[in-house]
């Protein structure tokens, strides 16, 4: 299976702050990567798949980048609605991996 | 609007089974597999595996081969997932999410299975 590591675990940032997570694969994935924001007691929320490609509806203040191996998602301004857990998964195979989680705390 | 909605919480012992429910409404339900995502308290997302509603074929995370299934009654529209020999660290809330090539667009509510003695 394709691991997936993200990084950092926990960040806390202030309101205006650009924010990047990374995620590395353990092979190359290509370009199929996604990224979900994930709410306290809530279901994910799809941001950004295929790396780079804004879901409809999301703001524009997100945004990812990278192929292969690693990848970023960055949050340019935070906002205080940005808090919470966010994954990447991958789906260069049908046998997906989802990222440990980076938790994305407001100071 | 698409929906999904799971059927209600469940506590079981550990040893036994546990099949969830997820009824799918708002679009061609035989037009996009549905797939199966845990998350343990506090953990994170871990994937199960997919089910083609319109064949039923299905294929699962290695971790589970062997323990799940996952099935579907299209006169329902509705997919289920069967989770057998249950240990408590199968505690978690268990989703159905719907796939749009390859990625999740939907999400169902989420049912939280208990594993305890």
């Known amino acids: 299976d394709i691991q997936m590591t993200q990084s950092p675990s926990t960040l806390s940032a202030s309101v205006g702050d650009r924010v990047t997570i990374t995620c590395r694969a353990s092979q190359s994935i290509t370009g199929w990567l996604a990224w979900y924001q994930q709410k306290p007691g809530k279901a994910p929320k799809l941001l950004i798949y295929e790396a780079s490609s804004l879901e409809s509806g999301v703001p524009s203040r997100f945004s990812g980048s990278g192929s292969g191996t690693e990848f970023t998602l960055t949050i340019s301004s935070l906002q205080p609605d940005d808090f919470g857990t966010y994954y990447c998964q991958q789906y260069n195979t049908y046998s997906w991996t989802f990222g440990q989680g980076t938790k994305v705390e407001i100071k | 609007q698409v929906q999904l909605v799971q059927s209600g919480a469940e506590v079981k012992k550990p040893g036994a089974s546990v099949k969830v429910s997820c009824k799918a409404s708002?679009?061609?339900?035989?037009?996009?597999?549905m797939h199966w995502v845990r998350q343990a308290p506090g953990r994170g997302l871990d994937w199960m595996g997919w089910?083609?509603?319109?064949?039923?074929?299905?294929g699962y995370a290695q971790k589970f081969q062997g323990r799940v299934t996952m099935t579907r009654d299209t006169s329902m529209s509705t997919v289920y997932m069967e989770l057998t020999n249950l240990r408590s660290d199968d505690t978690a809330i268990y989703y159905c999410?719907?796939?749009?090539?390859?990625?999740?667009?939907?999400w169902g509510q989420g049912t939280l299975v208990t594993v305890s003695s």
């Open positions: 708002g679009y061609t339900f035989i037009g996009y597999y």
């Open positions: 089910i083609n509603p319109n064949s039923g074929g299905s």
């Open positions: 999410a719907r796939d749009r090539s390859s990625l999740i667009d939907q």
